[in-house]
């Protein structure tokens, strides 16, 4: 198939042509301070139960390595 080529594309503006915008620009986030405990709290669900990293590798004890393509 051939290409097509774009009917309505416009020719790119020149450097004088393009509009800024005006105002102060991007304002900076003030800084935040979070509780440690609440962070812990909000958490906690996540961290209940997990296994530790010889009851992870306990599962991979009887694997066998991949062998490639």
């Known amino acids: 198939m051939e290409g097509k080529q774009q ?3 416009s020719p790119p503006k020149s450097l004088a042509e393009i509009e800024l ?6 304002k ?6 979070l509780d440690p405990r609440i962070v ?3 958490f906690a669900p996540l961290m209940k139960a997990r296994p530790s990293a010889r009851e992870r590798w306990a599962g991979k004890a009887n ?7």
């Open 7 to 9: 009917q309505n594309a």
């Open 21 to 26: 915008p005006a105002g102060d620009g991007p």
């Open 28 to 33: 900076p986030h003030p800084p935040r301070f």
């Open 40 to 42: 812990e709290a909000h």
């Open 63 to 69: 694997s066998t390595a991949f062998g490639g393509l």
